[in-house]
């Protein structure tokens, strides 16, 4: 009896350690092929934001460095630093390496699934953007006082942030009052005229 309960023990253990490591893998895999997916998105946006801006078109996009911006003014916005190759299909060299700013817009699309529409906001210098990942990824150490600069401008972003959004709110709300005013008199005007309804009548002859 107890060789069998040994045994079962046994066949579970090893099932729940089989149950693990496929779920990982699967995880894994799922994680690989949906990172794969935001890449071609943001490829593609760059590929196009060249082509409205620049007229060039053929171009593949290979990427060098994906950095997440951080801070307060970065804290309910997804904005990356994008460093990018652009080479030749003809030739498979290299024609640049450029700097993008590329920010990823969240939407729910119900109660379980959300959709990611990715912008380019900006071609950015390049050298500056290296230094920019540098200082975040501390491979550049700075001086108390460029780091007290550092936080300035990071305060003044933000706070300039918040200016910019408060202004949005305004605006989206004051055109949500707007619309449902106009509703308000178009129900009105039907109300008016349902009331209001042309009888013809009959105008007797002597």
């Known amino acids: 009896m107890a060789s069998g309960n040994t045994i079962m023990m046994v ?18 895999k799922a994680n690989k092929k949906e990172k794969e997916k935001r890449y071609q998105q943001v490829r593609d946006k760059i590929k196009q934001y060249i082509a409205i801006n620049e007229s ?33 299909p003809k030739t498979q060299e290299i024609i640049e390496v450029r700097a993008y700013e590329v920010e990823g817009l969240t939407t729910k699309i119900n109660k379980n699934d959300y959709k990611t529409d990715w912008i380019v906001n900006a071609r950015l210098d390049l050298e500056e953007t290296k ?3 540098a200082i975040g990824e501390k491979e550049i150490k700075l001086t108390k006082e460029e780091k007290k600069q550092l936080r300035l401008a990071e305060k003044a972003s933000a706070k300039q942030l918040q200016q ?9 709300k004051q055109k949500s009052k707007e ?19 042309f009888v013809p009548t009959r105008v007797k002859e002597n």
């Open 11 to 28: 066949a579970l253990f090893v099932f729940i350690i089989g149950f693990v490591i496929w779920s990982t893998l699967t995880s894994r």
């Open 164 to 172: 910019e959004e408060k202004i949005r709110l305004k605006e989206a």
């Open 131 to 133: 230094r920019r990942i």
């Open 56 to 88: 060039r078109k053929n171009l593949r996009i290979e990427f060098e460095k994906v950095y997440s911006r951080r801070g307060a003014e970065y804290k309910y916005r997804d904005v990356f630093d994008v460093i990018v190759h652009l080479v030749s």
């Open 179 to 197: 619309q449902k005013k106009n509703l308000d008199i178009n129900h009105e005007r039907r109300m008016h005229r349902s009331k209001h309804k």
